[in-house]
């Protein structure tokens, strides 16, 4: 099993900057693809931010030039910089990657989610 905590949500203003962290652990996995997605009150999850196994991003396009994936293998880590913020970026953020373990899998993992508020 692979657990995923995220952390790095709050209350900014439009214009303001957040950096999202998601933090992988368990067992001995390799993570194939990772991904933000973020569901706001009253609509469906939508794909924020994808980065697949080889490297290659893929963004909304409400979000292109201000949203950033990356990721730090050696501290199973995943994040996303969220820039210029707007009103309409307000949503439970959620973290997903998916991982094999061992010669197992690919499983889909998910986090909590953290709450992103922004004021405009």
């Known amino acids: 099993q692979v657990q995923l905590v995220e952390s790095g949500g709050g209350l900014v203003q439009a214009g303001g900057s957040l950096r999202l962290s998601c933090a992988a652990s368990?067992?001995?996995?390799?993570?194939?693809?990772m991904g933000w997605y973020r569901q706001a009150p009253g609509k469906q999850r939508e794909l924020v931010a994808y980065?697949?196994?080889?490297?290659?991003?893929t963004y909304r396009d409400s979000v292109k030039g201000r949203f950033t994936i990356s990721r730090d293998n050696a501290k199973s880590m995943v994040y996303l910089q969220m820039n210029s913020l707007k009103p309409e970026d307000t949503a439970v953020y959620y973290c997903?990657?998916?991982?094999?373990?061992?010669?197992?899998?690919?499983?889909?993992?998910w986090g909590q989610g953290t709450q992103v508020t922004v004021s405009s």
């Open positions: 980065m697949a196994s080889g490297g290659s991003n």
């Open positions: 368990g067992s001995t996995f390799s993570i194939n693809a």
């Open positions: 997903n990657i998916v991982a094999t373990i061992g010669l197992r899998g690919p499983y889909n993992y």
